[in-house]
């Protein structure tokens, strides 16, 4: 199985300011027969179920504010988010797709300083 | 609307079954691959099985593999989980969730939960 890591499990940024999260897949996650990175990010808050944001790494879902981005290749991954708001106070969890079974990273905490 | 709404958790005995629901609406459910994820009270995701759109294809966690059965009806827009032997560690919400364009999870349920106890 393709263990999932993230860093940090928590951080706290101020509002306005930038929140980076960070994802390392034990092997790539990039099939290069489409040259397509099968990594994704969710974020869920409190009470509620996952919400996809990202991905194929760097696509954003559909209604999903541009503050949200996401990017790497092969094992290390990246979703800033460019200012935080408010509403953005949740957990984030990344997930690979390249292989069975799906895993998702153990989640980073993102809270308001 | 566009949604997913699961049925069935509960509270059950160490070794004891229950049965999952999740009825679709709103889109083409027969067109989807869908899984089952899981959270452990405080804890992560974890993918627990999906199936093809035909039902002809399925896959499981090792830790689920032989317990539990994971089966569509593309008739009544509707997913089932049948769990058996059930454990502790089974313990947790139960999400309903539609397989992206891969395997990637792009809409989900509110979720039902499990809990093994005696």
């Known amino acids: 199985d393709i263990v999932m890591t993230q860093s940090p499990d928590s951080l706290a940024v101020a509002l306005g300011e930038r929140a980076t999260i960070n994802c390392k897949c034990s092997q790539s996650v990039l099939y290069r027969s489409n040259n397509k990175n099968y990594l994704a990010w969710y974020q869920q808050k409190p009470g509620q179920p996952p919400k996809l944001l990202i991905y194929?790494?760097?696509t954003r879902e559909s209604g999903v504010p541009d503050r949200f981005s996401g990017s790497g290749s092969g094992t290390d991954f990246t979703l800033t988010i460019s200012s935080l708001q408010a509403e953005d106070v949740a957990v984030y969890y990344c997930?690979?797709?390249?292989?069975?079974?799906?895993?998702f990273g153990q989640g980073t905490k993102v809270e308001i300083k | 609307e566009v949604q997913l709404v699961e049925s069935g958790g509960g509270l059950v005995q160490p070794g004891g079954s229950l049965r999952l629901s999740c009825a679709a609406s709103g889109f083409t459910f027969s067109s989807h691959w869908m899984s089952w994820v899981r959270q452990a009270p405080g804890k992560g995701l974890e993918w627990v099985a999906n199936i093809k759109q035909d039902g002809s294809e399925k896959y499981y966690v090792d830790s689920v593999k032989g317990r539990f059965t994971l089966s569509r009806d593309n008739a009544k827009n509707s997913l089932y989980l049948q769990m058996n032997s059930l454990r502790a560690e089974d313990t947790a919400v139960y999400y309903c969730?539609?397989?992206?364009?891969?395997?990637?999870?792009?809409?989900w349920g509110r979720g039902t939960l499990v809990t093994v106890s005696s």
């Open positions: 194929w790494a760097s």
């Open positions: 997930q690979q797709y390249y292989s069975v079974p799906p895993t």
């Open positions: 969730a539609r397989d992206g364009s891969d395997w990637f999870f792009d809409l």
